[in-house]
């Protein structure tokens, strides 16, 4: 059951603003005006304050009347102080997941006429586990292994064309070991070739499930990933030590 993760406030350093300067008629020295600090707009911080502690739950697609009565317990709480008797975490948390379920089932039922279009694209292939993926430039090297290490570089985008993710616009690859990413990525990088690029269409299943990981990617999501394999690095695994066992001298 997912617990509702606790907004943590952080102080953001003032920015560095233009500096005037005087310089002297008399020496020649040059020393910076003083000026007032520019007004702080009250408003425009504590609207921003709000949306700050919203951002928690707009992945949740509240209605206008769920939403109403949020924000009468945010009101109600800030005029008078949270009494004890006033929240349920028990309650709060099975209303989530009931959220979650619903949310999930209709973002599958969406879903459904995108994956039945991307199967039948030119050259897309389907697994067993549901993964349709399209090799869009063959590789010349190795396939890797659920246990090796790969380098990509990818991009990654909801059916609806929007992209939460990108190693492209951070401007580096990533690194990852295959069993500690999404079943999809593990079952998919290990059809392409080192030097080869694929299209990765992932059911939730296969994804991140019903959870999802809001408010970025909603459950029961399809991902869409376009994968670089730059490279697949194989390192010697460390050998197991038995508990107990003394340890082997090197020669």
Known sequence: MKKIAMLSLFLIPAAVTAQDYKVSKKTGEIT?????????DENKALYSLGV????????YNFSARESENIIK??????KNGAKEGDYDFKLINEYITKKQTENAKAEKEKAKEYLAKAAKEKGAKKTKSGLIYTITEKGKGQNPKAEDTVKVHYKGYLSDGKTFDSSYDRGEPAEFPLVAVVPCWTEGLQLIKKGGKARLVCPSDIAYGDMGRPPVIPGGATLVFEVELLDIIKEAPEPVKVPGTPEQKKN
């Open 73 to 78: 317990g945010f009101s109600d709480a800030l």
């Open 52 to 59: 700050a502690i919203s951002k928690n739950l707009t992945g």
């Open 32 to 40: 910076p005006i003083e000026q007032a600090p520019a007004p702080l």
